[in-house]
């Protein structure tokens, strides 16, 4: 059986609009999951919503809404930004579901009975955005120190969960599996975090209703991030299907944002040794999105929303945007410029320009029908010898998620493949009747048809195209499809449309 891999994003809160620093945990998983299909392994690629707690509560009486109706409308909507966007993902999950409810209502039970949660009063501080407690010496300047808003009082009767408990043995997870936490700068400071001791929490409310409640005091409801961590594990079959879970868990990697580091990186394996399962094999925190310098904002009003973009550039020149423009794991910041400036340059100019040249010259010298390779220079094997050993560097680059990394090395390729036409002048081999001129085109054609598979994860719509034109008909399905020779002569090319037009 193929060797599996499980893949999540964070659950979306679905009060807001889905914009760019949503999409790019979208589109980074689902340019893994892809490639990883194609590696030959069995993904399960899981995404969803998190749709209880208190911030959803008051959103949806703001709209005059009851909950439930609030939210299926905001779930379609992020359902179809996720569409538009081609994210590939095998299951959605929302925390509303009875297959996950069942699932955080039986977790609560178990951990009570061991002793793991107990009865408490809480006193502190509630940041309802970010839906965290504080207390008074977390704050800083009496504000939320996550997002600096105003926070509630809050001093109430709650369950809390023993996670002081587990505090030596993940330091010594941790410490012991240096692959767990990722980036490495990111590992430290949870490090640091860990070993200045860990409280245990609350996880349970009474001032409002919209949550799972706990099952053994209705008055409570569970904890949002208590509930939605766990869909991880309900999603894949914990306590409902054996073989499944089995199969599935432990996850992979865990996808997400910087900021909700912490949650998955402390809670939530401090919760999976109080059931006794597993760890995930790893937890990836990404960078963060400011536009033109500014945290985006709806009071700023620069919330940048990815079907406004996808309608002016396509949706596979931002997918190649967001993971080619910083480096995965650090911020980056996000203009129209800049965006342009990729585009025309390494998408119009230098990809475009590739196949456009391509097929021009096969119509033009050989009819269009690729020719097989004749007589060859050292050039051509330098640039088969390019493509050759592309494969493994690839494949480490995935391994450590460097997505700009992995599109350097493929606009490298395309960058020599451009200056191999310059160099080989082959409308001189045209006038001069040289054989190489035919290896020269078939070269040329088999670089861009070895290049779509590798760029298939990132844009599977244009490398899809690039075949069409090439005139390849299998589609791209397997890694294995990058070994050179694949593409046969006497392949008939079209010119079709441009690529990537230029944006003036
Ligand atoms: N609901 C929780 C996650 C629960 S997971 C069990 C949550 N949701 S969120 O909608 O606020 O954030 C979801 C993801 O979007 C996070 O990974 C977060 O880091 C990411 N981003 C939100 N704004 C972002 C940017 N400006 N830039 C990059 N990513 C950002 O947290």
């Not at 392994?41 to 909950?67: C, I, N, W």
């Not at 432990?250 to 809670?267: C, N, Q, T, Y």
């Not at 460097?402 to 451009?418: H, R, T």
């Not at 719509?461 to 499809?481: F, H, N, P, R």
Request: aromatic fraction near 14%; charged fraction near 25%.
């Amino acid at each position: 059986m193929n060797k599996k891999f499980y893949l999540t994003t964070p659950l979306y809160y679905v009060n807001d609009t889905p914009h760019i620093g949503h999409s790019y945990t979208q589109i980074a998983s689902d340019v893994l999951a892809r490639y990883l299909r194609l590696a030959g392994y069995d993904v399960f690629f899981l995404t969803g919503t998190d749709e209880h707690g208190q911030k959803m509560e008051r959103a949806a009486k703001e709209s005059g809404r009851s909950p439930q109706d609030f939210i299926d409308e905001k779930v379609e909507m992020f359902k179809k930004v996720w569409r538009k966007l081609h994210i590939s993902n095998d299951d959605f999950i929302r925390t509303s579901e009875v297959r996950h409810i069942e699932v955080v209502k039986a977790v609560y039970n178990n951990l009570y009975e061991k002793g793991d949660i107990y009865k408490g009063v809480y006193e502190g501080w509630y940041c309802t955005p970010c839906e965290t407690f504080f207390i008074d010496s977390q704050l800083v300047d009496g504000k939320c120190p996550d997002c600096s808003r105003e926070v509630d009082r809050v001093a109430e009767e709650s369950y809390f969960f023993r996670m002081s408990k587990y505090q030596d043995r993940l330091l010594r997870y941790i410490e012991d599996n240096p692959e767990f936490i990722y980036p490495l700068s990111r590992r430290n400071e949870i490090l640091n975090f860990v070993k200045s001791g860990l409280r245990d929490i609350s996880i349970s409310r009474t001032g409002f209703k919209w949550g799972v409640p706990v099952p053994f005091d209705t008055k409570h409801v569970v904890y949002v991030w208590f509930d939605a961590l766990l869909n991880y594990i309900s999603a894949c079959g914990y306590l409902n299907d054996k073989k499944r879970f089995e199969r599935y868990w432990p996850a992979d990697v865990h996808l997400m944002g910087k900021d909700i580091l912490k949650f998955h990186a402390v809670i939530w394996p401090c919760m999976l040794f109080a059931c006794g399962l597993n760890l995930p094999k790893k937890v990836f925190a990404h960078g963060w999105w400011t536009i033109k310098g500014e945290k985006m904002s709806k009071s700023k009003g620069n919330i940048v929303e990815p079907l406004k973009v996808i309608e002016r550039y396509g949706v596979d020149a931002y997918r190649y945007f967001l993971l080619r423009e910083v480096a995965f794991g650090l911020d980056g910041d996000f203009s129209y410029e800049a965006l342009e400036n990729r585009y025309n340059a390494d998408l119009a100019n230098n990809l475009g320009n590739l196949l456009h040249r391509t097929t021009s010259m096969a119509i033009k010298y050989y009819e269009g029908k690729i020719p097989n390779p004749a007589a060859k220079d050292g050039i051509d094997e330098r640039l088969r010898f390019m493509t050759e050993v592309l494969s493994e560097k690839i494949e480490s680059l995935y391994e450590h998620l460097e997505f700009n990394g992995i599109l350097q090395e493929i606009w490298m390729i395309i960058d020599s493949a451009n200056k191999y036409v310059e160099e080989s002048a082959p409308w001189n081999l045209f006038k001069t009747k040289n054989e190489r001129l035919k290896t020269v085109i078939y070269n040329l054609a088999e670089v861009l048809r070895i290049v779509s598979v590798y760029l298939y994860p990132f844009m599977p719509e244009k490398a899809t195209q690039i075949c069409k034109q090439l005139g390849i008909k299998e589609v791209i399905k397997s890694m294995d499809q990058v070994e050179w020779g694949g593409l046969e002569p006497s392949t008939v090319v079209s010119k079709g449309l441009p690529l990537f037009p230029r944006i003036e």
